[in-house]
Nanobody
């Protein structure tokens, strides 16, 4: 079992930045560690993913160039640096991990955190 806990959400003005963290306990992250988000009334969507033992990273088009995923293997923690935030980035952000190659699919994740709310005001 892997327990994931997100932190770092909050209220920020458009154009601002936030850094989210996701700490794993119990076991380390699986092959892929991903961030998803879910805005009110919308489906959960893929944001970005990182291969835990490698250098590969993947981003949704909507966040490319603005968001950066990173990890600290020693701390068993993943990060999401979010810059140039827009009101449409407002959502609950979830971290998740999977052994599967389908790092972009919500139904492919093995473990989820409970989420952290990010609100971007205009």
């Amino acid at each position: 079992q892997v327990q994931l806990a997100e932190s770092g959400g909050g209220l920020v003005q458009a154009g601002g930045s936030l850094r989210l963290s996701c700490a794993a306990s119990g076991r380390t992250f699986s092959t892929y560690a991903s961030w998803f988000r879910q805005a009110p009334g919308k489906e959960r969507e893929f944001v970005t993913s990182i291969k835990w033992s490698g250098v590969a990273t993947y981003y949704a088009d909507s966040v490319k160039g603005r968001f950066t995923i990173s990890r600290d293997n020693a701390k068993n923690t993943m990060y999401l640096q979010m810059n140039s935030l827009k009101p449409e980035d407002t959502a609950v952000y979830y971290c998740a991990t999977t052994r599967s190659i389908t790092y972009w699919a919500p139904n492919g994740m093995d473990y989820w955190g409970k989420g952290t709310l990010v609100t971007v005001s205009s």
